[in-house]
């Protein structure tokens, strides 16, 4: 079993940053990737960026690329999502995941994180 506890987040005005970061701990060996995503009211979760052990597979929605940057730290085992020139349909529950290989569907969350863009 896998443990993800996030950190970050909050409420900024459009144009600004914010830091997402996400430990795991537990089984942390059988974890192959880890990513982010986000839900909005009303909407449906979706990928914002992930990236694989090794760091040679890593995606990004197109409505984030330019703007974030996701990066894992295998020997702490966190990973962190530094968002810059955010926007106010940035706003979004975030959820740090991660899973094991050959799989694909996500199948550890975090707790989620709130964060508010204001216009």
């Known amino acids: 079993q896998v443990h993800l506890v996030q950190s970050g987040g909050g409420l900024v005005q459009a144009g600004g940053s914010l830091r997402l970061s996400c430990a795991a701990s537990?089984?942390?060996?059988?974890?192959?990737?880890m990513g982010w995503f986000r839900q909005a009211p009303g909407k449906d979760r979706e990928l914002v960026s992930s990236?694989?052990?090794?760091?040679?597979?890593?995606v990004y929605a197109d409505s984030v690329k330019g703007r974030f940057t996701i990066s894992r730290d295998n020997a702490e085992n966190t990973v962190t999502l530094q968002m810059n020139s955010l926007k106010p349909e940035d706003t979004a529950v975030y959820y740090c995941?991660?899973?094991?290989?050959?799989?694909?569907?996500?199948?550890?969350w975090g707790q989620g994180t709130q964060v508010i863009v204001s216009s």
């Open positions: 995941a991660a899973k094991r290989r050959g799989l694909i569907q996500f199948e550890y």
């Open positions: 537990g089984r942390t060996v059988s974890i192959y990737a």
């Open positions: 990236t694989n052990w090794s760091g040679d597979n890593t």
